[in-house]
């Protein structure tokens, strides 16, 4: 019979023998067998040889197995894992070397901190100085891992950690990615506060490493967001469109990025717009007086000013009537007419007027009119028509 084995069909013979059944390979099978025989121990000795080789060859190795590409925040403390094992082939000087890899293939690496000679060594580096030291007070023992301590954003970069006993040598990188967190962000509103207005609600954070998410919660009332709010994440926006009195209330706004968050508070007070009618009429009735009260100083200034003038030119009267009256009696008689009120003359008492002015004639008016003037009687000497004192 044919049996199928493997790739080939083997051709086989079976008897009964005792109520079992005994195969008996065909010389076909027989070549075919001895032939999977050889390649079975023929991989077997490659095999045995791979393995010594890589023994051989492997000797100091880094075993670490944290991942190699690290977020901290500022002012936090990293580890970088740099485990080793060494082989009995590795029989020289322990070399452990951490270095700062520059972006920029044209410039050299810095050196951060190196353990030579059973020494330590942690000065190389002067970003670094009195932050960065080994995990481990002897590292020789397997453990090369070092901390850096106070992270600055300056700090980001690949580093590079280096072990060497010649004749083994291995080395490992990692990436270490110094964020911000966000600061304490600053929350304000902008645009009316009266009901069926548009306002905005903005936040804003000075520091903090980029992508910066805002997000706004509202706390008061029943913590949802107004059905028109209109959010802008990236921007740290709020829209409020048509704002009503709902929209009342106190929000707060997050910002956040993958090491922190920050976040603020902002109070939304929605009212009823004023009364325009009655502003404008309190307006109109307020002009209204200030022009009356004008009107009545305008008038008063005016008829203060006619009152003066009229009584300047009643005293002008006056004081040409009294010097018709002096003039017409005689020298010899003026003695009996000099007393004290006549010493001082009553034009001294008001405004002398202009020089260009003519001396108003003496008038004629009667003596009660002058009484209630304010004039002064004046006996007058009756003459003849020489000259004589009657």
């Given amino acids: ?23 008996i390979p065909t010389p076909v099978t027989k070549l075919w067998l001895k032939s999977r025989a050889m390649d079975f121990s023929t991989s077997c000795l490659c095999l045995i040889n791979v393995i010594l080789l890589a023994g051989s060859a492997c000797g100091l190795q880094i075993t ?10 500022s002012g936090e403390t990293v580890k970088l894992d740099c485990q080793f094992t060494l082989s009995a082939e590795d029989s020289g000087p322990l070399d452990i070397e951490w270095s700062l890899q520059p972006s920029d293939n044209q410039k050299e690496e810095k050196v951060v ?4 000679g059973d020494r330590a060594f942690e000065h190389y580096y002067e970003p670094l100085k009195g932050r960065v030291h080994f995990n481990s007070p002897d590292p020789k023992n397997g453990d090369a891992s070092m901390n850096i301590m106070g992270l600055k954003a300056t700090d980001t970069g690949t580093y590079q950690c280096k072990v060497k006993k010649v004749p083994g040598i291995s080395s490992r990188k990692f990436l270490l990615t110094v964020m911000v967190r966000p600061s304490k962000p600053r929350c304000y509103a902008e645009g009316q506060t ?3 207005k548009d306002m905005v609600l903005r936040c804003s954070s000075v520091e903090g ?4 998410q805002y997000i706004w919660e509202r706390t008061t009332g029943n913590k949802l967001l107004p059905p028109l709010a209109v959010l802008d994440p990236v921007g740290g926006t709020m829209s409020l469109r048509n704002a009503t009195e709902t929209a009342s209330g106190t929000y707060k706004c997050i910002a956040k990025n993958r090491v922190g968050t920050g976040e603020c508070l902002v109070e939304v007070n929605i009212t009823q717009p004023p009364n325009n009618a009655g502003v404008i009429a309190a307006v109109v009735i307020c002009i209204l007086l200030f022009l009356i009260l004008l009107a009545l100083l305008l008038f008063c200034f005016c008829r203060a000013r006619n009152k003066k003038k009229y009584e300047k030119e009643i005293a002008y009267e006056i004081r040409g009537s009294q010097r018709s009256s ?12 000099t007393k004290p009120q006549y010493d001082k003359i009553p034009s001294e008492e008001y ?14 008016m009667a003596g009660p009119n002058l009484s209630r003037m304010g004039a002064i009687a004046v006996m007058v000497p009756a003459q003849n028509r020489d000259g004589s004192i009657v």
């Fill in 209 to 212: 490493t980029q992508p910066l």
């Fill in 326 to 337: 002096l003039g017409s009696m005689s020298p010899s008689n003026l003695h009996e007419y």
């Fill in 351 to 364: 405004e002398k007027p202009p020089s260009h002015a003519p001396i108003p004639p003496p008038s004629r």
């Fill in 1 to 23: 019979m044919l049996r199928e084995t493997g790739e080939r069909r083997v051709s086989v013979k079976h008897y009964k023998s005792g109520g079992k059944v005994v195969f």
């Fill in 64 to 73: 670490s197995t944290s991942p190699t590409s690290i977020e901290k925040a």
């Fill in 113 to 116: 901190i190196v353990y030579s």
């Fill in 194 to 196: 009266h009901a069926g």
